[in-house]
């Protein structure tokens, strides 16, 4: 099932079950396989933001460092919100499949087990479209009705905004656009397909691919930016070596642009999009391939009409940001329902 949902809360106090709290500030939380990013709006406004190293230990680590940040935070918060990389229940409110955090993620309670230890409501959804509420309330995509969201890291996410509102769904995969097909001879990817958008525009892809190139000497530039190797080759090296000069690197950042705008125009043809927005580890590489998702939309116009690429408004802090104005549009309605209310 999806439900079409709106950031549309007020910023007044309400009554709920637990007492008054002002329904305008709540904590926003990003968790990463290497750190976990938090925010803290009020009335929309980011009031404060930060970030803790993700514990390494399992899941449970996990949630007590994040009720941890509540604690600190826990003057007049109304609710948290909480992102995660990967597949999450929307109903039950339970992770199902996050493979880059420690521990056993599967069918985790992790909302119902944060309310306990917090005694405050959460929502629960995943990092990518944590990601489009940001962009989409006050971000690049403020205003447009018809949006794909794009996330570029260690792999590849998304959403999709139709009519002003984000898709969700019981399960919340809506719009995983890392798993779009863009090569059919191209690599195996993970999910089992072959040549998904992942297998060439992630930045592991990336880096995989001149991972090669840099062992067999082929690019002098690389191999200096690595001190011969010493430094670990990561996508930020690679786009330095791509201003540079390097044609190797620019060729990878070249090929992840039009595999995005082959993707991204793919969904904007079914689904007559507006504008597809692009963020993650991986926007300050937008100069390297914005240009080519443009160039590719535009080869489509006949087609699609005028389709835009923007990059991302928001850093690093979109998730949190995201997370939190998430939970202000979930969490308000509750509130103000002072009638008893079980969770999955």
């Known amino acids: 099932m999806i439900a079409n949902v709106t950031a549309d809360v007020g910023a007044t106090p309400v009554q709920t079950t637990q007492g008054t709290y002002p329904a305008d500030r709540f904590l926003g939380v990003d968790i990463g396989g290497t750190s976990i990013k938090w925010s803290v709006l009020r009335g929309g406004v980011v009031e404060a933001s930060g970030s803790i190293d993700t514990p390494r230990i399992d899941q449970h680590a996990v949630l007590r460092a994040v009720a941890g940040l509540a604690r600190e935070q826990a003057q007049d918060l109304a609710g948290i919100g909480v992102a995660v990389p990967g597949t999450v229940d929307t109903v039950r409110r339970r992770s199902l499949l996050i493979p880059n955090l420690p521990g056993d993620w599967h069918d985790f309670a992790f909302a119902s087990e944060l309310e306990q230890l917090t005694g ?28 794909v969201f794009i996330t570029l890291g260690t792999g590849v996410g998304g959403a999709i905004a139709l009519d002003g509102r984000i898709l969700i769904g019981d399960l919340d995969s809506i719009g995983e656009m890392g798993h779009v097909p863009v090569d059919p001879r191209g690599e195996r990817c993970i999910c089992g ?77 079914l689904l007559q999009l507006d504008v597809v927005v692009i963020g ?47 939970a202000m549009q979930q969490l308000t309605p509750l509130m103000t329902d002072t009638s008893e209310r079980t969770y999955a």
């Open 120 to 147: 405050l409501r959460v929502a629960f959804l995943n990092d990518a479209r944590a990601f489009a509420w940001a962009e989409h309330t006050s971000g690049s995509a403020k205003g447009v009705p018809n949006v």
């Open 193 to 269: 397909g072959r040549g998904c958008l992942e297998t060439i525009a992630s930045g592991s892809a990336i880096v995989g691919r001149l991972a090669r190139t840099v062992a067999m000497a082929q690019s002098p530039i690389l191999r200096e930016l690595t001190q011969q190797g010493s430094v670990p080759l990561t996508a930020r090296l690679i786009a330095e070596a791509a201003r540079l000069g390097d044609a190797w690197a620019k060729d990878a950042y070249d090929r992840a642009g039009a595999a995005l705008g082959q993707a991204a125009g793919t969904i904007a043809l």
């Open 280 to 326: 993650g580890g991986l926007a300050p590489a937008a100069d390297l391939y914005l240009p080519h998702v443009q160039e590719a939309l535009d080869s489509r116009t006949s087609l699609t009409g005028r389709i835009e690429a923007r990059s991302a408004h928001y850093g690093g802090e979109a998730g949190s940001i995201g997370a939190a104005t998430f």
